[in-house]
């Protein structure tokens, strides 16, 4: 990014302790950022089939790290946004102290909400044969309790802790069907 021209109504960019810029190159610089990992898959790349309906349907595993100081609680979502926001997942209630999730657990006094399938589990990623859907792991951290229990409407309480988190961590994942189960 440049910086605007003198006069322009957008404010300047202001550059962060996270990233610098050179010839418009993103280049890290700390290596102390809230980050989402996942042992099964890399950033962007393909989800095994184990973590979907063509295979055990199982959550994938999750490691998770510089939880931000003052986070009291962490929340898990999975989103397909190719499926209209379809969500797979929300965990909520994490202890901040929490650092990973093994594949097909819930750490400690966490709460699963209701999928978009209606089921207070993990809801295996299927996209219909066809195209790669993208699929969006984001992990929130918040500074106050997000109150929710399992009677939230999920996409109300997925919005809710969007606008009250302090920091989000996001993998992203791709899976292509070729045919139907």
Known sequence: MQEPEPGATAPPRR?????????????????????????????????????????????PPFTWANTPAGTVELVLLITDPDAGGFIHWMVTGIDPATTDMLSGTVPGNALQLNSSAATPAYAPICPPPGPSHTYEF???ALSSPSGLTAAADTRAASAQ?????????VLTGTYARNTAN
């Open 15 to 59: 550059p962060d302790a996270t990233t610098t810029t050179a010839a418009g190159v993103n280049t890290l610089i700390n290596s102390n950022l809230f980050t989402l990992t996942s042992s099964a898959f890399a950033p962007n790349d393909q989800i095994p089939v184990d973590y979907t309906c063509d295979g055990a349907g199982s959550s």
């Open 138 to 140: 984001t992990l929130y």
């Open 161 to 169: 802790v969007a606008t009250d988190a302090t920091a989000t961590a």
